[in-house]
């Protein structure tokens, strides 16, 4: 089977602008988690979709939002860019009758 | 509320030699442990998982983990390091209370030494 894919890989934003970042899950797998990880934070949970519902949240200002489509794909989209937004943003899914978690490559986004 | 400590941040081994990575957690409920690694610049990769069936569980690459209840504890060990180990390595406690959360450690890195 194919691993959880994210794209894109790297972006460069500026301050204020907004961000969409992808996630396709492992086939089959219905639930999908975000994760934020920084040097200074380490990693951080955002949210969980399962079945295109929000079923968990993290400590994270509105302005991380996500959601998720019919066919599993996840989206996380950021608003209102900030320095402090820069980060790995890992994507990690898993079936629906286990809680083991597998992650995809990461997107790294960079706000200048 | 379940919780996560890895007591060193980084340790240092010589190629060839031990690996110890202690982890130590709290939780309410029966937990699921696992052992996750990540290469630089790379996702987190699965090494292994605790779920109550053995409390010795075998990984990938030689590693292997010890469930102690009485100590609270899931180290993560290997016999003799490779210099392709070296990495960062999480250990993370699952709440299956109703939904899977992950509650990830501090991570600690491992540098092995020629």
């Known amino acids: 089977k194919a691993g959880v894919t994210q794209t894109p890989r790297y972006l460069i934003k500026t301050r204020g602008q907004q961000v969409t970042l992808s996630c396709s899950p492992i086939s089959g797998h219905r639930s999908v988690s975000w994760y934020q990880q920084t040097p200074g934070q380490g990693l951080q949970f955002l949210f969980e979709y399962f079945s295109e519902t929000q079923r968990n949240k993290g400590n994270f200002p509105g302005r991380f939002s996500g959601r998720q489509f019919s066919n599993s794909r996840s989206e996380m989209n950021v608003s209102t860019l900030e320095l402090g937004d820069s980060a790995l943003y890992l994507c990690a899914s898993s079936g629906g009758t286990t809680d083991t978690q597998y992650f995809g490559p990461g997107t790294r986004l960079t706000v200048l | ?114």
């Open chain 2, 1 to 114: 509320a379940q919780s996560v400590t890895q007591l060193d941040s980084h340790v240092s081994v010589s190629e060839g030699t031990p690996v110890l990575l202690r982890c130590n957690y709290s939780s309410s409920y029966s937990p699921s442990l696992f052992w996750y690694v990540q290469h630089p610049n790379k996702g987190l990769q699965l090494l292994l998982k605790y779920t109550s069936a053995a409390t010795l569980v075998k990984g990938i690459n030689g590693f292997e983990a010890e469930f102690k209840k009485s100590e609270t504890s899931f180290h993560l060990t290997k016999p003799s390091a490779h210099m392709s180990d070296a990495a960062e390595y999480f250990c993370v406690v699952s709440e299956t209370s109703g939904t899977y959360k992950y509650i990830f450690g501090t991570g600690t890195r491992l540098k092995v030494l020629a």
